[in-house]
């Protein structure tokens, strides 16, 4: 009869093996935290960064609109014959008045290729007030997608 070891034997492959395992998958799920909290740290400053400069050219904006209530009162004092206000009105704002339509339009710079776009529409013969038509973020330029690929076909560059 073969003589039986009563010692314990310890089994140390398997406890390491899973420890290893652990420790990786612990590793691996703090790297992508850090990774996803640096990126929404960047879209965080990015839309900081676009409500800082909306809210810019929205300033500028309100100033043109109190410069154009001011300048339009003055001309609504000067004179009260339709024909002359339009003159008078085209002299104040040259280019950006419109007199066919009756509106001044101004395009305020922002970044990213985009311009606060404000219409505002003097009053008719009966109206108070002049009018806001049109007060909106646009694109300035167009947008491009990049369709290009660029994936190696096997060949020499």
């Given at each position: ?8 034997k ?23 935290s ?78 990213r290729?985009q311009?606060?776009?404000i ?17 909106k ?21």
């Open positions: 009869m073969a003589k039986q070891e009563n010692g314990y310890a089994n140390i492959g398997s406890p390491s093996l899973i420890l290893i395992f652990i420790v990786m998958c612990l590793i691996t799920f703090g790297m992508l850090l990774s996803t909290a640096k990126s929404e740290l960047n879209l965080a400053e990015r839309n900081a960064s676009a409500v800082t400069e909306y809210y810019r050219a929205d300033g500028e904006g309100e100033a043109f609109y109190q410069m154009v209530l001011n300048k339009a009162a003055k001309v609504w004092e000067k004179s009260q014959d339709p024909q002359e206000r339009k003159q008078l009105l085209s002299r104040e704002f040259g280019d950006a008045y419109e007199p066919d339509k009756g509106t001044v339009t101004v395009y305020i710079p922002m970044e290729s311009a606060l776009s219409e505002l529409v003097f009053p008719r013969e009966g109206e108070e007030a002049i009018q806001i038509s049109k007060w973020v646009i694109q300035t330029e167009d947008y491009e997608i990049d369709h290009s690929m660029p994936v190696w076909t096997g060949g020499e560059t």
